[in-house]
């Protein structure tokens, strides 16, 4: 089982900057994709960003220029510098680690409490 534990979330105004943080733990595969997701209220949970262990990085098209996904392999953290944030970046980031087969599929075996992004006017 695979804990995760993301921070970094906090109430933001329109056009400023946060940084999330997610460190994984426990039986962590070896060879593994590191990305996030987010769930506004009402909403699905839909795919934010994740980079391969190659270091190649995918990222939602609205968010795309605007966050940067990094990872620290010797810490098992995940990382997401989200500039320029809008209204509708407002949601709950959770982050996981897997398979890009499960990014795909949105099918993890379990998910960390997630951070609170709120973007005010």
């Known amino acids: 089982q695979v804990q995760l534990v993301e921070s970094g979330g906090g109430l933001v105004r329109a056009g400023g900057s946060l940084r999330l943080s997610c460190v994984a733990s426990?039986?962590?595969?070896?060879?593994?994709?590191m990305g996030w997701y987010r769930q506004a209220p009402g909403k699905q949970r839909e795919m934010v960003a994740y980079?391969?262990?190659?270091?190649?990085?995918n990222y939602k098209e609205s968010v795309n220029g605007r966050f940067t996904i990094t990872r620290d392999n010797a810490k098992d953290t995940v990382y997401l510098q989200m500039n320029s944030l809008k209204r509708e970046d407002t949601a709950v980031y959770y982050c996981?680690?897997?398979?890009?087969?499960?990014?795909?599929?949105?099918?993890?075996?379990?998910w960390g409490q997630g951070t609170q992004v709120t973007v005010s006017s």
């Open positions: 996981n680690i897997g398979p890009i087969s499960a990014f795909f599929s949105t099918n993890f075996p379990s």
């Open positions: 426990g039986s962590i595969p070896s060879i593994n994709t």
């Open positions: 980079m391969l262990p190659s270091g190649h990085t």
